[in-house]
């Protein structure tokens, strides 16, 4: 079993800049892609960034340019530092890695974009 724990969320204004933290525990051995998913109120969960271990990113379009994916394999974590937040940024978010085949989640961590 692999435990994901985020931090980080809260409540920001539109333009201001935010950073997410995931560590993983228990059972690890090899974790593969790493990353970040995010739900917004009657919404569908969406892809926000991935990493593999090799350090090759992904990014949905709507987060080009602003938000930033990155992990330290050594200590089994993973961040995202999001510059330029949107009110349509405002979601739960969700880290997310694979390991031998089976996905692990997170509980989650509310980032608010509004003034």
């Known amino acids: 079993q692999v435990q994901l724990v985020e931090s980080g969320g809260g409540l920001v204004q539109p333009g201001d800049s935010l950073r997410l933290s995931c560590t993983a525990s228990?059972?690890?051995?090899?974790?593969?892609?790493m990353g970040w998913y995010r739900q917004a109120p009657g919404k569908q969960r969406e892809l926000v960034a991935i990493?593999?271990?090799?350090?090759?990113?992904n990014y949905a379009d709507s987060v080009k340019g602003r938000f930033a994916i990155s992990r330290d394999n050594a200590k089994n974590t993973v961040d995202l530092q999001m510059n330029s937040l949107k009110p349509e940024d405002t979601a739960v978010y969700y880290c997310?890695?694979?390991?031998?085949?089976?996905?692990?989640w997170g509980q989650g961590t509310q980032v608010t974009v509004s003034s």
């Open positions: 990493i593999t271990s090799g350090g090759s990113t």
């Open positions: 997310n890695t694979v390991q031998v085949g089976r996905s692990y």
């Open positions: 228990g059972s690890i051995f090899a974790l593969g892609v």
